[in-house]
């Protein structure tokens, strides 16, 4: 059976320039799409190679990262797909002494992005340039799991849904304090959920996750209830609006949003274009 919700709520993403006047090293330099999800990987990916002509895009491995329900309720954050994107970055800085890194992630995604950042070596932490969170959880989180503090030559870039309120990355007007009725209130919400927002295969994501919203609840349920029991009630909000990042009706907003991203990654010390 597939793993619910930050299956497909969950990006992490690799991102590093690369020089165009060196040859391609295979399995690197040839984009690999896998792991980065429906609803941000996609068009992040998409915004950044319209500005940025010599860049590699890397999703981390499904073999270090399900992105599943238990990687975020029960760590915080996967901690494998943390340590296999660490890996991944010091592979590539020991064949690519020249490249700089933008280590980015939505959802569950922000959170390995962020420990990750802890499993790397000196000489690679001070080769990552900019941190970049979508819907980052992080702030509901901190009181329990220990992050690794971003060095001062790391950026930090994160965008938060602020016109309905995404109460992973902010505070909602409405929190759902009842651990028995939570699994309810999340299914009528999803049923709500405006369809012509997204594309088929978001549809289909969104059904999918109407159908294991019970199972995903019950399958963590004493977990939900110490949760609840210490008023971390956001943790258990995955709601619609979260992932409106990546949905397609808000073209415009997502562009806006991407952009200032982007001018912000631009100004930084490292030019994406030079290597």
């Known amino acids: 059976m597939k793993s619910f919700a930050f299956r497909v709520a969950a990006l992490v993403s690799l991102l590093t320039a690369v020089p165009a006047q060196l040859s391609p090293v295979p399995g690197i330099d040839d984009v690999a799409n896998e792991n980065v ?10 915004a950044l190679r319209a500005k940025f002509t ?22 915080g954050g996967s901690e494998s797909c943390a340590i296999g994107l660490a890996r991944d970055v010091q592979e590539f800085a ?9 280590i980015s992630g939505w959802s569950q995604g922000a959170l ?16 990552v340039i900019a941190l970049v969170a979508f819907g980052d959880p992080y702030g509901i989180w901190s009181d329990t799991v220990r992050f690794p503090a971003l060095p001062d030559n790391i950026s930090e870039l994160s965008y ?3 016109t309905a309120p995404d109460p992973l990355c902010t505070s909602p007007s409405d929190l759902l304090t009842d651990p ?4 309810n209130r999340l299914e009528v919400m999803w049923e709500e959920f405006d369809d012509v927002r997204l594309n088929d295969a978001q549809r289909k994501s969104r059904n999918y996750i109407i159908k294991q919203l019970p199972l995903a609840v019950w399958r963590h349920f004493m977990t939900l209830l110490d949760d609840f029991a210490h008023l971390r009630f956001r943790r258990w909000m995955l709601l619609p609006q979260h992932f409106w990042y990546g949905s397609k009706v808000p073209w415009k907003k997502r562009q806006r949003m991407f952009s200032k991203l982007i001018m912000k990654m631009s100004k930084s010390k490292i030019s994406y274009e030079n290597g």
């Open 37 to 46: 999800g429906l609803w941000v990987g996609p068009y992040w990916r998409e």
């Open 54 to 75: 010599s860049l590699a895009f890397q999703g981390v491995s499904t073999g270090d990262y399900a992105a599943d329900m238990a990687g975020y309720i029960e760590e």
């Open 94 to 102: 020991l064949l690519r002494p020249e490249t700089r890194f933008v």
């Open 112 to 127: 390995c992005a962020r420990k990750s950042i802890g499993y790397l070596d000196d000489d690679a932490r001070g080769r």
């Open 160 to 162: 938060c849904q602020m």
């Open 180 to 183: 028995f009725d939570i699994c």
